[in-house]
């Protein structure tokens, strides 16, 4: 079964309410579907199918920000807010694409240079909206990559001699100046943007 209607808001009394109103029930969906609260407005959350939607009013009422975001068979696995600019919202699919939107979901942009792979996580840069880094799974190809331009222009592999094992999520560590990325064999540390780890 579906578990795209899964959603339930509980009240500070332990009372819980159905809330996926406006959600497509027969959308396809990941198993666990992201979803992701605005780093900025707590109200505005976001669920992935294979299109996004959006909440102001803590669930009670859904909107499709959009339509298919995937290749046509996919379904989405990342949804990232930009805390710089909650209008830059990245998102990844599993049938290899990454998208941006700069203007709140009105329309995205899709990434160029990425392999034909799962993407695990799409993650926006904690200050510069610009910025994200996508990671992949399989074997063969990069598993990290990362934007400078919101997708103008093709994505940079920051695999480095990173070990060739699916890649599930990279995060940046602005404080020490590193990129951290969790692999399935291992977590892993660049100082150098990617060229060794």
């Known amino acids: 079964g579906s578990t795209v209607g899964n959603l339930f808001r509980q009240d500070g009394v332990g009372a819980a309410q ?5 959600i497509s029930l027969t959308d396809r ?14 109200s ?3 669920f992935g199918t294979f299109r996004v939607y959006q909440t102001t009013n803590e669930g009670v009422s859904w909107t499709a920000l959009g339509g298919d ?6 379904t989405i696995t990342s949804i990232s807010v930009s805390p710089a600019d909650t ?3 990245y998102v ?20 160029t240079g990425l392999p034909n792979r799962f993407v695990t ?4 840069h904690p200050t510069d909206p610009l910025r994200a880094l996508i990671t992949v799974s399989g074997f063969g190809t990069g598993h990290v990559f990362e934007t400078t331009t919101a997708f103008v222009g093709p994505v940079h592999d920051v695999t480095g001699n990173l070990i060739d094992a699916p890649a599930n999520v990279a995060i940046y ?7 951290v990325a969790g692999t399935d064999v291992g977590i892993f540390q660049s100082v150098d943007n990617g060229i060794s780890w």
Request: glycine residues 12%.
């Open 18 to 22: 159905r809330r996926s109103t406006g």
């Open 29 to 42: 969906a990941q198993f666990i579907p992201p979803l992701v609260m605005d780093p900025v407005n707590p």
């Open 44 to 46: 505005k959350l976001y």
């Open 69 to 74: 975001l995937s290749n046509g068979t996919g």
């Open 87 to 89: 209008m830059t919202i």
């Open 92 to 111: 990844g699919t599993s049938d290899g694409r990454a998208l941006v939107s700069r203007d709140g979901g009105v329309t995205f942009t899709a990434a």
């Open 121 to 124: 996580r799409v993650m926006a």
């Open 173 to 179: 560590m602005p404080t020490v100046g590193a990129i």
